[in-house]
């Protein structure tokens, strides 16, 4: 048990964070089809402002985190409105976000470099805030990453079911024509979308930035968890894209009690395949989808 | 000059291989899939390690190679069948995830990240190539071979049947194609074709290690058969061609080796944005003069047996929508 309960608690906090990003990506995804693949570049263009801004510059990490999220829906917007809007079908829209990620990685290359960076932990919130047993202490920081993580779910899934707006996303969800016909119009609502799931990225970005550091291509490990866990969590159902990013880091991390900690992707890969030939439409899917 | 042209020779035909092994997969199924680089891997580990620590001829290496890439796509097809289009490509992202994963970690299997060092030339029977002019005969007899079979495979039968399961795979089922079996076949052809490109590979550079076989080989590939036409046979070896030469055209004007790369790769994305944007079908979009033809002349002989009355426009109308 001596690594169990340290690798749970890693496993809750890396579930949380990615439960945020794989919202993050569902929300686009489901109302509008658009594989916004280049959500990983909105993840790491986030971490890179924000690492400039806080690290680079030396400015309070607040700063950085509202430069990253004003990065972030700058680019997602640029995806929207100057890249996927004017292809029509998902195959192209796919491969030019492919191509995009690729892009903006090797920008970011250039113009940092592609030596690791990190952003210093500020003090309040490194030391410990209680423990589990001797060898599973939850620092201060972990568990404000659970309880922000969390926190800002339950506001997406209030957002969704609460407001108008929120109810337009599911409806054009589940049928964008039929959507379109009761006069709810997608452009602006898929925007708000994507300026939604740009922020929700950001968040991301903040704690894996402060937990791992950053490269240009670290957008690709989260974007990789965010998709498998949106495949997992059910077609066209963003509680079900949280869930899944939430189960999945769990399961990568305790998956490795007995492994070595490199084959947590494959794990994920496991778990995808094993769901999608079981049960394909997802956990969360209602019948019919 | 000419030692430097005859160096890239093999690389082109290395990829033209690969990017014909993608359009077998993408142009007859419609799948789109980034898991052609796992296969490469495979058979540029296969035989790598086979001729290194075992000592096997290279002849003998290629068919493990082709078996084990085979039954991966074979076991790819599972979740293929059950899902919608586009999913496809997250799950053959997640596979490509996996399979870095394998050649990077499983080092009792693969060296892990040490790579496969020392791999022999390549030799079958009296064949030993050892200079850049003989891999470039050699691997461009072999692309050639490739591209020919794949030409040929198009305007087939089998071929035919493969284009109508990708255009409308109910259609085609309700007609008694069993759909299964002919996605089976491409995705085993697909991948063991992508495993002979990387068989290829592994006693021309002599040296293979995970950081080659990611993702981004993938794209690449991808890149190449987007950039000549989804589907078309001479696209995939222009895309190809192209592709291979353009980033050795960048390491000519002289810039830092990390600068050169990065920028290659930038080049690479805005080229496949550009063309998807302005010529979404490639440069050479597909298209089967000869099966047209026969297509002609088999709706004639229908028409002068009058059996079958105007059941062609029927049917062109039909599917019009």
Redesign the interface.
């Known amino acids: 048990m001596s690594t169990f309960l340290p690798l749970l608690v890693t496993g809750v906090t890396l579930g949380s964070v990615l439960a945020v990003l794989s919202l993050g990506f569902a929300i686009s995804y489901w109302p509008s089809r658009h ?1 916004h693949f280049a959500y990983g570049s909105v993840f790491i263009c986030a971490t890179y402002a924000i690492w400039y801004v806080a690290a680079d510059r030396g400015w309070p990490l607040a700063i950085g985190i509202v430069a990253g999220g004003g990065v972030a829906v700058v680019v997602g917007l640029a995806c929207y409105f100057v ?1 996927y809007r ?2 029509r079908d ?3 829209i ?3 976000s ?3 990620s ?2 903006v ?3 970011l ?2 113009l940092f ?2 030596n690791p960076q990190a952003i210093q932990l500020p003090h309040f919130l490194a030391g410990r805030a209680f423990s589990l047993s001797a060898t599973a202490p939850v620092t201060v920081f972990a568990l404000a990453e659970i309880v922000i993580c969390l926190g800002i779910w339950a506001l997406v899934e209030l957002f969704l079911r609460r407001s108008r707006a929120g109810t337009g996303l599911r409806a054009l969800s589940s049928d964008p024509f039929l959507t379109e016909c009761v006069g709810i119009e997608s452009r602006r609502l898929t925007a708000l979308a994507y300026v939604i799931g740009s922020l929700l990225a950001t968040v991301g970005a903040v704690f894996f930035a402060l937990d791992y550091g950053l490269t240009p291509d670290a957008g ?1 490990t989260p974007l ?1 968890y965010a ?2 866990a949106v ?1 997992i969590g059910g077609t066209f159902s963003m509680t079900g894209a949280g869930l899944g990013g939430l189960l999945l880091g769990l399961v990568v991390n305790l998956g490795i009690w007995h492994l ?1 900690s ?2 947590q ?2 794990i ?3 778990v ?2 094993i769901i ?2 079981v049960r ?1 439409q997802g956990l969360l899917a209602r019948a019919g989808t | 000059m000419v030692q430097y042209l005859l160096s890239l020779g093999p690389v082109v035909a290395i990829y033209v291989i690969l990017a014909v092994s993608l359009n077998i997969v993408m142009g007859s199924t419609g799948v ?1 899939t ?1 898991a052609q680089a796992g296969f490469m891997g495979v058979g540029a580990y296969s035989t790598g390690l086979l001729t290194t620590d075992h000592h096997w001829p290279l002849i003998a290496t290629l068919p493990v190679g082709w078996v084990i890439a085979g039954a991966l796509g074979a076991l790819l097809l ?2 293929a069948l ?2 919608q ?3 496809y ?3 053959s ?3 490509m ?2 399979a870095t ?2 050649f ?2 499983a080092n009792g299997l693969t060296h892990g990240a040490l790579g496969v060092v020392g791999i022999p030339f390549f030799t079958v029977g009296p064949i030993h190539l050892t200079s850049n002019r003989d891999y470039c005969i050699a691997y461009c007899a072999i692309a050639l071979v490739v591209v020919f079979i794949y030409y040929r495979l198009t305007a087939s039968p089998l071929g035919v049947v493969l284009r109508a399961v990708r255009d409308d795979t109910d259609a085609a089922a309700s007609v008694g194609v069993d759909t299964v079996r002919e996605r089976l076949k491409v995705f085993v052809l697909g991948a063991s074709l992508a495993s002979l490109s990387g068989s290829l590979y592994a006693p021309l550079i002599h040296y293979v290690d995970p950081t080659t076989f990611t ?2 080989l993938s ?1 690449l590939a ?2 190449m058969v ?1 950039f000549g036409g989804i589907g078309s046979v001479f696209g995939a070896v222009l895309g190809a061609t192209l592709l291979t030469l353009l980033p050795d055209a960048i390491t000519f004007i002289h810039l830092p080796s ?2 050169g790369g ?2 290659a ?2 080049i ?3 080229a ?2 550009l063309v ?2 302005l010529r ?1 079908r490639g440069i050479v979009p597909e298209r089967n003069w000869r099966l047209r033809k026969r297509l002609a002349a088999m709706v004639a002989a229908r028409q002068g047996a009058e059996t079958v009355p105007q059941l062609e426009p029927g049917l062109a109308a039909g599917s019009d929508d």
């Open positions: 594989f890249f004017p292809l998902e195959q192209t796919f491969l030019t492919f191509a995009l690729i892009l990685q090797n920008v290359q250039i470099s592609a690709t990789f998709i498998n495949l070595p490199a084959w992707t494959s994920a890969f496991a995808l395949f999608l030939v394909p | 789109l980034v599972l979740p059950r899902i289009g586009l999913l490509a997250v799950v992202f997640a596979f995830v996996f994963g394998v990077t970690n993702v981004f794209f991808i890149t987007v990390t600068t990065a920028l790769q930038i690479y994305a805005g496949v944005i998807l944007r979404p």
